[in-house]
């Protein structure tokens, strides 16, 4: 099975940014990477006027659109689908997922976490974090790196999904 990390924190600690600089540390050392962000406000990816808009007005609950060197696919939905179904329905052929969102999942965790507008990380009290990435220190019974510990990190992730990398 497919490791999957969730990489988890407070709107504007830096999540994305965090995901730019593991991905290709751990494309680096040989991993095929795939995400998954999770948006809890909904989203819309087709644009009005193109054709797999078009097609999904018409009653399509499924589109694909397909390239040479693209695909993308576009799913009404009636729940919000857990990881273990968008692993199992949608992702083959990485060695790790690595997730945006998805606070409430099983999934192990590494928070980012700045302090300014927050006084504590969202899981201090452990909750599956198997890391905690911030401009301050904390002792929260995981390793807690600084926000350019990338290598460090993927480290830990490495250690984390062993069993399945």
């Given amino acids: 099975m497919t490791p999957i990390i969730s990489i988890v924190g407070w709107s504007g600690s830096g999540k ?3 995901l730019e600089k593991l991905i290709p ?15 809890v406000h909904g989203f ?23 390239s040479s060197n693209q ?12 990881l273990e179904e968008i692993r199992k329905g949608f992702i083959a052929d990485v060695d790790i997922i690595l997730t945006e969102g998805y606070k409430q999942d099983e999934a ?12 504590r990380p969202i899981f201090a009290d452990g909750n599956g974090l ?15 790196l600084g926000l350019d510990e990338i290598s460090k ?13």
């Fill in 16 to 18: 994305t940014t965090l």
């Fill in 130 to 144: 198997i890391a905690l990435v911030s401009d301050t220190k904390f002792d929260l019974g995981v390793p807690c």
């Fill in 108 to 119: 192990p965790k590494v928070e980012v976490f700045r302090r300014g507008e927050h006084k």
């Fill in 71 to 82: 695909l993308a696919l576009v799913r009404d939905m009636d729940h919000d689908a857990s």
């Fill in 153 to 165: 990190l993927a480290d830990i992730i490495e250690e984390a999904s062993h069993d399945r990398l």
């Fill in 44 to 66: 819309d990816i087709d644009r009005e006027g193109k054709d797999t808009w078009r097609h999904r007005r018409a009653g399509a609950v499924c589109t694909v659109i397909s």
């Fill in 25 to 39: 540390e751990l494309v680096r050392r040989g991993y095929r990477v795939a995400t998954v962000k999770h948006d």
